[in-house]
Every structure is written in structure tokens, then in C-alpha cells.
């Protein structure tokens, strides 16, 4: 097994056959069970929320004001809150923009965050000295009281959402991918990139974004959720979708005035938005484990 | 076999300075290395001696903590840039490559081998995807890999120790280099294997007229591979000459204590004899030869001045030899404090 013998043997036809032996992406997703749970559960969610106009049975806004705030029956399988909307149509569609929204919100600081991290750890110097800085500016306000106060300036609705957190959440992912690059750069694969003559673009697009974003796409699993709750949050105050649009957090909020005697109004909403939370958790641990080849 | 007018590599009064809280010291100091085409140089010396961190300067992949206060480097003649101002397309044109002490953190961990050997050739040579790919195949052959097809796509971390070693070699090899600095490349690896690499690196230069400069602190190693050798101490090149030479009669005392502390296998000799002291903290360097503390032969004037290297005269000795001790005439007449040399290299390997 010298090098020698190994050396003068030529390439055979053999060699160049496809590359077998690794399983694929998805037979290794197949075998992480948290992937498999947290595929099955937005899997599902996403589902109920695309065939919403199929199963929905109801207009999510049309109002009948002679079954209002009835308990789940054959007509109405969920029951129907105060204006006689049922509250199966709306859940469905609820989720479609709660969904729609959380996604959104998050691929822009999701994106711009790790790149701009990962660059920072990588080049140093003064963009990340100025970057670091602005973060840290960005950190040191309340999360709530900063998208509460953009919202408010920009205007309430998924605009303002959407601008809200591309301006604040961005620091997050920027934080966590310049801890891993910083980490990336002191091994010598890194210096080994360098010096084989590639370039900086891909060194840093080729090897240290692939070892530095596992951990973002974990946050930015919660990190939807973290969206969907801060609809939520703003829904309450009259910032956040607007009626009589259906969310769930608007529907949480709305059936509060009733908890007393019709508690499903909000404890199904609440349900689906634990499912969905779940479920991306889940996701995203499966995810990171399929990132890391161990 | 001096071949100094046509030198493949040549630095000349390298000098890297560290910063380490708040304070910067010379970890490479007024460095100073020849390398002919097809040649082979060990650089030997204790950890924290600056061989590692020569190379990387000599690479332009020195630590932020670093930067290179003086000294050039040229390849073939032409100047190169230092201290981290070296583009892509500088290290392309000069062809230079490292191989790194530790295989499993030189690897990307998340790319399969075949696609790192393989990115090179692709994005450098700019060969097409499946050209790349029959050039990696090839140089994982190269290296020794059995069924190189297999272990394609294999993650760093499935391969042992000694593939990852062979397979950052076939990374190194891949960009076609002119010199291979090789950093303490088989200082992680168990003797058996430790011997295959050093076989297939033997290979390497006989084949392609490859430059070595091989780190490493095992004078055993450097007398198999190496036909030059220099020996570092605190930063500074102590003593250089032929490998035959130094390692058989050693004009200065560090070698000399070098040597006396090498175990020997082959002979009932004396134990091993540790250097006394320990290695001097780079911040605060002993005025003088930084060795002084722990020489058998120090004298006042050691800690006087700088001791630079000098040529050691003509008599029965090759030249180019040179020492930087001011009392190597002592050791040329009999050692007093060192053993003889225990490591008996069975002389410098062909080429």
C-alpha cells in the first residue's frame, strides 16, 4: 500500500463510474427522527392551511349573527365566535397568513444576517468593528418595544411587520454566524482554502457559510414562530393584521372576552399555534442535524 | 547539491512579530532559508521556536495576532507579497502549498474530500466538472488512497487519520505546486503510517522535482528526508548545513543537546538526555544568544551581543555550514556537555 505502487497504477474506467456508498439527503432525513416529526407536523399545518378554501366550508369573514358563540356542532365543527364566523375557516385561514407572515418576515434577516455575520468573523477589521457596533445599538432596546415602535411608524399591517423585523432581527443571525466564523477561521481549513488560490468570495460563500449557518437555520426555525407570536402581541394593540382578516392571534385575543364561558375560542388557536411551534422546532433540529455530517 | 544561485524559494531576513496581551514579541527573527529546485529542508526546533510560524508567514496565512515586520520571500526569482497582501492570483502564480500539522482541522467538515481535492482544479485550473473530477480521483491515487472512488465522498471525519493526512496532501498537490511546506505532517500519526507519509512525500519530490520544506521537531525525520536542514531556537535559525553534516557533528550546542535528547532504538547508548531549563519566554529573550541559559559552554561574552549566524570556516567541514554560537570550536574538538550524536541518519535520501 506504498504510495509508489499506488502511484504508477492508471485510472481505470472503474473510478469514474457515479460515486455511490453515501446515502442520500433524503434517506438520512428519513432516519432523523426529529426531522420525520417536524416534517410531519408543518407538513401538516401547511396542508390544512393551503386546502383552507377546499375544507374551510365557510367564508372566514362572513358573519351570521343567529349562531353566534355556539360550541362545536355538525354544522359548525369548531363552533362559531361572537359574529357567527366559523372558527374552522378562520383557523385554516388564520394560518395561511400567520404562516405566510412568519416566513417572510424571517428570509430577509435570515439571509442578510448570516452573510453579513459570517463576513464580519471572516474579513474583521473595521466593517465588523461598524457592524458589531450597530448591533449592539439594536440589542440594547427591548425586542417588543423596537418592533412595536417600527410597526407604528410605518404602518400597522404586514407591511410593518415585514419592514420591522428585516430592520432588527437581522442582528440576531449576524451575532450567532460571526461567533462560528470567527471559530471557522482559527482552523486550518480555512487558511487551507486560502492558500490553494481560491478566492475570498467563494472561501467565504463554499466553506465558511456551510459551517457557520447551521445554527442560524435552527433560530430561524423559532425565529418564525417568534414572528407569529409578535403578530400576536401586535394584533392586541391594533397593529397587527388587520380585521376582519383572520390570525390567530387575533382570534386569541378576541375570544379572551369570553374565556369564562366559551374558552375554545381562544384555547384552538392557541393549539395550532403550539402544533406550529413545535413543528418547526423540530424542523429546525432535524435540520441542523442533516447540516452536520456526523 | 548547494545549489544557491538558483534558488527555488528564498527568504531572506524574515521577521513575524506577535502580539500577545497588549505586548508584541518576535516569534520569527531575521529568518533567512534557501531552497534549490528539487531540494529538501528540514527546519527543526522545540514548540514555540517560530518554524511553524515561518512557514505560514513565508504562506501570507499568518494569525491576526501576527504580521511580518521585514524580510521577503522570492519563488524562481520573482518577489512575493508578504503580510497579507497577498491576492489569490499572487498565490495561483507562485504555487506554493501547505500541508497542516492536523489533518482533521485542515479538512472542511462539511464539504466530502473528493469535492475539496477536486475544487482546485475546477475553480483555479478551471477544468470542467467532470475533468475536475478525474483530476481528484488521480491525486487521491497518487496519494495512496485505496479505492479512491469510494472514498470520494466520504466526510473528513469517516476517513482515518492517515487517509485525512494523505487526502490533505492530494488537496496540497492540486493546485500543482513548485514547494510543499509541510508542517510537523506526521508529528499526529502513529509510527507505520508516519513512515507511509514520509514515503509518499520521498515519492512526491523524486518524481516531479517538487521542492520540501518539511517542519518538524523529530531530527530522526529530517535525516531520512532532508538534505538541508535548519535548526531553530527563540525565533532565530541557530545552526544550518548539510542534513549529513549537522546531525553528525553539530557545531552548535542546542543541536548538540537536540540530539543528545533524541531517543535511539538501535543503540544500548546512554539514556536520552533532557536540554536543561526550559525554552525562554519570547517576551523576555535573554540579552545575547537566547540559548545561553541552558549552555554547557556559555561563556560572558555569549550574553554580550547578539550572536548572528556566521559561516563556520574551511577546514574538514562543507561549506556552506553555519553556526550561531561564538564557541563552536569547542564542540568541533569534543563535546563537553552533549553526547554523541545518537541519531545516525543513513544519509539523505535520493535526489
Known amino acids: 500500500m506504498s504510495g509508489k505502487a499506488a502511484a504508477a497504477a492508471p485510472l481505470t474506467d472503474d473510478d469514474l463510474v457515479p460515486i455511490s456508498g453515501r446515502p442520500s439527503f433524503g434517506a438520512r432525513a428519513a432516519r432523523t427522527p426529529a426531522f420525520v416529526a417536524g416534517a410531519a407536523l408543518i407538513g401538516a399545518v401547511l396542508l390544512l392551511a393551503l386546502l383552507a378554501p377546499v375544507i374551510g366550508r365557510y367564508s372566514p369573514v362572513q358573519q351570521n349573527l343567529l349562531v353566534t358563540l355556539q360550541g362545536p356542532s355538525a354544522a359548525h365543527w369548531l363552533g362559531t365566535d361572537e359574529f357567527g364566523r366559523d372558527i374552522w375557516s378562520r383557523l385554516l385561514y388564520g394560518g395561511r397568513t400567520d404562516l405566510q407572515v412568519g416566513v417572510l418576515a424571517v428570509v430577509f434577516p435570515f439571509g442578510f444576517g448570516s452573510l453579513l455575520g459570517t463576513l464580519c468573523g471572516y474579513l474583521g477589521g473595521w466593517l465588523d468593528a461598524v457592524v458589531m457596533r450597530v448591533v449592539d445599538v439594536v440589542l440594547a432596546f427591548p425586542f417588543y418595544v423596537l418592533i412595536i415602535a417600527l410597526v407604528f411608524f410605518v404602518g400597522e399591517g404586514t407591511h410593518g411587520i415585514y419592514i420591522a423585523f428585516a430592520l432588527t432581527d437581522w442582528v440576531v443571525y449576524t451575532r450567532s454566524t460571526r461567533s462560528a466564523a470567527l471559530v471557522a477561521i482559527s482552523q486550518d481549513w480555512v487558511a487551507a482554502a486560502e492558500g490553494g488560490g481560491l478566492s475570498r468570495p467563494r472561501v467565504l460563500l463554499r466553506h465558511l457559510l456551510p459551517n457557520t449557518i447551521s445554527q442560524a437555520i435552527v433560530y430561524a426555525m423559532s425565529d418564525i414562530v417568534l414572528v407569529i407570536l409578535a403578530v400576536v402581541t401586535l394584533g392586541y394593540l391594533g397593529l397587527g393584521i388587520q380585521p376582519p382578516a383572520p390570525d390567530w392571534g387575533a382570534m386569541i385575543s378576541d375570544g379572551q372576552a369570553f374565556i369564562t364561558v366559551h374558552p375554545w375560542m381562544s384555547i384552538i388557536p392557541g393549539i395550532a399555534i403550539i402544533i406550529t411551534g413545535v413543528g418547526l422546532s423540530l424542523l429546525g433540529d432535524g435540520l441542523a442535524d442533516l447540516q452536520r455530517p456526523r | ?351
Do not use: W
Not at chain 2, 162 to 191: F, K, W, Y
Not at chain 2, 257 to 281: E, T, W
Open chain 2, 1 to 351: 547539491m548547494s545549489a544557491r544561485l538558483s534558488a527555488l524559494l528564498e527568504v531572506s531576513d524574515l521577521t513575524v512579530e506577535v502580539r500577545r496581551h497588549h505586548r508584541t514579541f518576535r516569534a520569527v527573527d531575521g529568518v533567512s532559508l534557501s531552497l534549490p529546485a528539487g531540494g529538501s529542508l528540514g527546519i527543526v526546533g522545540e514548540s514555540g521556536s517560530g518554524k511553524s510560524m515561518t512557514l505560514r508567514a513565508v504562506m501570507d496565512l499568518l494569525p491576526r495576532t501576527a504580521r511580518v515586520r521585514a524580510g521577503t520571500v522570492q519563488v524562481a526569482g520573482q518577489p512575493v507579497a508578504v503580510g497579507g497582501k497577498r491576492s489569490s492570483a499572487d498565490r495561483r502564480r507562485h504555487r506554493l502549498a501547505m500541508v497542516f500539522q492536523d489533518a482533521l482541522s485542515a479538512l472542511d467538515p462539511v464539504m466530502t474530500v473528493g469535492a475539496q481535492v477536486a475544487e482546485a482544479p475546477r475553480r483555479v485550473a478551471g477544468l470542467s466538472a467532470r475533468a475536475a473530477r478525474e483530476r481528484a480521483l488521480e491525486l487521491l491515487r497518487t496519494v495512496g488512497i485505496p479505492d479512491p472512488a469510494r472514498r470520494y465522498a466520504s466526510y473528513p471525519h469517516e476517513l482515518s487519520g492517515g487517509l485525512r493526512q494523505r487526502v490533505m496532501i492530494a488537496i496540497a498537490l492540486s493546485t500543482d505546486p513548485a514547494v510543499l511546506l509541510c508542517d510537523e505532517p506526521t508529528t499526529a500519526l502513529d509510527v507505520t503510517i508516519q513512515a507511509q507519509i514520509l514515503a509518499l512525500l520521498q515519492d512526491l519530490r523524486g518524481a516531479n522535482g517538487l521542492g520540501l520544506v518539511f517542519v518538524t521537531h523529530d531530527l530522526g525525520v529530517v535525516g531520512q528526508i532532508c538534505d538541508e536542514i535548519a535548526v531553530m531556537y527563540a525565533g532565530r535559525i541557530v545552526e544550518t548545513g548539510p542534513v549529513g553534516e549537522v546531525l553528525a557533528a553539530p557545531r552548535h550546542p542546542y543541536t548538540a543537546a537536540l540530539l543528545a535528547s533524541a531517543i535511539d532504538v538501535d543503540s544500548a547508548g546512554p539514556l536520552p538526555q533532557a536540554i536543561p531549563g526550559a525554552v525562554p519566554d519570547p517576551l523576555r529573550l535573554p540579552p545575547g544568544c537566547p540559548f545561553q541559559p541552558r549552555c554547557p559552554l556559555a561563556q560572558p561574552d555569549c550574553a554580550a551581543g547578539p550572536v548572528p549566524l556566521h559561516n563556520i570556516g574551511p577546514g574538514h567541514v562543507a561549506p556552506g555550514r553555519s553556526t550561531a554560537c561564538l564557541h563552536d570550536d569547542a564542540l568541533a574538538a569534543g563535546p563537553a556537555g552533549a553526547g554523541p550524536a545518537g541519531a545516525g541518519p543513513a544519509g539523505p535520501g535520493h535526489g
